[in-house]
Structure formats: structure tokens, C-alpha cells
């Protein structure tokens, strides 16, 4: 008798499967406004299909008469930057500190503890302190995803180093390795996928802390929009808008699974990120 969890769909049942959520999703939206527009044309709660386009031809395919801008191109680029910074600083962070910490005692006993700690702080509680601190600017959103995302990177990081064969260590060591070589020999290669992976766990959280900041203090960006026409309760902006910042993470969490796969194509395939 064939199990449940030995029966795998093919490819075709792959894209199949994947599609049939979103379809339903989509048509459960489509009915659902369509019977609150039959009772009242004037809802804006489930916009209709027509306005979603109408809407998003206007911020995409149109330029803004006062600024002569594109403003949903322009509100990506000014988040892509923010973000892309974020996890640039946090990545850099990681890798030194991480390694640093999983790698050498002594710098474990003094910083390993105060990694723990600050991973546990809430980002957006702080969010308030930053704005006082580095202002309403730039700086003080890409260093609330820096605080957001580097300390579970550090600490990821930390404990894959940590769980390499000590023999691995030794054996480098015996060969006359030194410290610098069997960081850039032996630790790295083994611990850069480890990297990715958690990389893309944290994409989740920094789109939300970028989010925050920009619906709190910014003049454009993808969550500044957002929270600017809510007060309209302009649906048919911020349904789209919401679909494109999905699109965005899930393209990012794509590129950085080809980037590992194409990087890293000598791990087994379950070890892949």
C-alpha cells in the first residue's frame, strides 16, 4: 500500500500544486468583491480588478505631476537602498564576528554573551531611541535593520563554527596552519552556506523593520506609501503595493538560493541552502 509521504508529485503536479493556492486565494478575493461592490459600488475595501489596474497604472506608468517621477519606482529604489545597505553592514558584521566568536575562546567568553543579550532586545523598541539619536534620516533605518538582523546572524553563525570537527581544527594545526589560514581554509568554505541560508531567514525580518521605519519617518519608500494612503483607506494602492513587496522578498530569497546553489554546488543536495 503506498503511503501518503512516499507518493511525490512530478513536475508538472510541482507547478500544479504551487499554482492552486494562489488561485484560490485570487478567486476568493474576486467573489467576495465583487458581492460587497454589487451592494455598494462606492467600497473600498475589495477593490475591484478595474481599479487595481487603474491604480496601478497610475504609480507605475505614469509620472507624478509634481515630481516628474515614477512614485512606485521610486519608493522601491529608496527601499532597495535602504535595504540592500542593511543587510550589506549586517552580512559584514556576521561573517567577522561570527567566526571571531565561534572560532576563538577567548574572544567567546567576552562577546559571546553580550551577542545573546542584544539578540534579545526588541528592534522596533529601540526604534524611537535611533530616531533621537542619528535623526530622521537614512542612517537611523538602515541601522534599525543592521540591530534587527545582525545578532541572529552572529549567533547562527557562531554555532555553525562551533560545530565543525574539532579533528578538522587539529589537523590544520599539525599541518601548520595558522590561525588566519584556517579561517580562510577550513572555516570559511564550511560555514559561508550556513551564511546564506541564514540570510534568507532574515529577509522576513528586515523587510519588516525597513517597513516600520519608513511608515514612521520618511518621505518616500515602499512603506511610506503605504501608511500615506491608508488614511484615504485607499485599498486599491495598498493592495498592490503589498503584492509588489512579496514579489520583491520572494525574488531576493530566489536569487540568494542561486547564488548558494551555483557557489556552493559541491554540498550534497540536502545540505543545500
Not at 12 to 36: E, H, K, Q, W
Not at 57 to 78: E, H
Not at 231 to 254: E, K, S
Amino acid at each position: 500500500m503506498a503511503r501518503a509521504l512516499n507518493r511525490r508529485p512530478g513536475r508538472a503536479g510541482l507547478i500544479l500544486l504551487g499554482a492552486l493556492p494562489f488561485v484560490v486565494l485570487v478567486a476568493v478575493y474576486l467573489v467576495a468583491s465583487d458581492a460587497r461592490l454589487a451592494v455598494n459600488p462606492a467600497d473600498k475595501l475589495l477593490p475591484s480588478p478595474e481599479s487595481l489596474a487603474a491604480a496601478i497604472d497610475r504609480l507605475a506608468f505614469q509620472a507624478d505631476p509634481r515630481r516628474g517621477t515614477y512614485i512606485l519606482w521610486s519608493d522601491t529604489l529608496a527601499s532597495l537602498l535602504r535595504l540592500f545597505l542593511g543587510l550589506a553592514i549586517a552580512t559584514g558584521i556576521a561573517l567577522a564576528a561570527g567566526i571571531a566568536i565561534g572560532l576563538l575562546p577567548l574572544v567567546r567568553a567576552a562577546f559571546a554573551p553580550l551577542v545573546a543579550a542584544l539578540s534579545m532586545v526588541p528592534p522596533l523598541a529601540i526604534l524611537p531611541i535611533l530616531f533621537i539619536v542619528l535623526g530622521l534620516g537614512e542612517l537611523s533605518k538602515v541601522v534599525l535593520i543592521v540591530i534587527g538582523i545582525a545578532p541572529f546572524l552572529v549567533r547562527d553563525l557562531s554555532m555553525a563554527v562551533g560545530s565543525l570537527p574539532r579533528e578538522q581544527l587539529v589537523k590544520a594545526q599539525t599541518l601548520g596552519a595558522s590561525t588566519w589560514q584556517i579561517v580562510t581554509r577550513v572555516v570559511l568554505p564550511q560555514t559561508l552556506p550556513r551564511l546564506i541560508s541564514a540570510l534568507r531567514l532574515s529577509l522576513g525580518p528586515a523587510w519588516l523593520f525597513l517597513i516600520s521605519s519608513e511608515a514612521i519617518a520618511s518621505t518616500e519608500g515602499l512603506g511610506y506609501r503605504i501608511f500615506l494612503v491608508r488614511r484615504y483607506l485607499a485599498m486599491d494602492v495598498i493592495l498592490p503595493y503589498v503584492i509588489w513587496i512579496t514579489l520583491l522578498a520572494f525574488l531576493l530569497d530566489y536569487l540568494l538560493r542561486l547564488l548558494a546553489r551555483r557557489a556552493f554546488d559541491w554540498l550534497p543536495g540536502e545540505q543545500q541552502p
